[in-house]
């Protein structure tokens, strides 16, 4: 590569995720639309699905948020009846998070988002395989860019 190609856009480590990421969100937007959930509710829901009752904090570890991101997101949550805040009594500074029956019940109707998603994967073209591959090899870059970025 010379000087003036470094700078091209084709040959930047960091475009092809930012566009997969983002188009790969525009997959699941109309799946997401039939929930009335936003991509990011969706991951929060996830979080809690996985494991109920969690500090702001702890999803925001999960999903590699900022508080001051998440807040607002966990407000539309609420205000939907997803999710109900409660602040320790020990510590307000401590906001734990609930999903509601509502929320729970959610769950039930979002379980098929996967496969569907991994259908519309396969209809690219891309392999069972291929899926499996890039997940992992997805799950394996964020670990080491976690690891190396918790040091700046």
């Known amino acids: 590569m010379d000087d003036a190609s470094v700078l091209y856009l ?4 960091c475009f092809p995720l930012y566009a997969a990421s983002r188009l790969t969100t525009k997959l699941y937007a ?8 936003t991509y990011p509710q969706y991951l929060v829901l996830l979080v809690l699905w996985e494991n109920d009752l969690q500090t702001v904090n ?9 508080s001051n991101t998440l807040t607002p997101l966990l407000k539309r949550l609420e205000q939907k009846k997803l999710i109900k805040r409660t602040r320790k009594k020990e510590d ?10 509502p929320g729970k019940a ?4 979002a379980v098929l988002i996967p496969q569907q998603i991994a259908s519309l994967f396969k209809d690219t073209g891309l392999t069972e395989e291929d899926y499996v591959f890039f997940q ?8 080491t860019l976690k690891d190396e970025t918790s040091k700046i």
Not at 10 to 13: A, K, P, W
Not at 30 to 37: A, D, G, V
Not at 136 to 143: A, D, I
């Open 58 to 66: 702890e999803i925001g570890n999960c999903l590699l948020l900022e």
């Open 30 to 37: 109309p799946l997401l639309k039939e929930l009335e959930l």
């Open 136 to 143: 992992q090899t997805l799950l394996k870059l964020v670990s």
């Open 10 to 13: 084709e040959n930047q480590f």
């Open 106 to 109: 959610l769950q039930e109707r």
């Open 92 to 101: 307000e500074r401590i906001v734990t998070i609930a999903l509601t029956a």
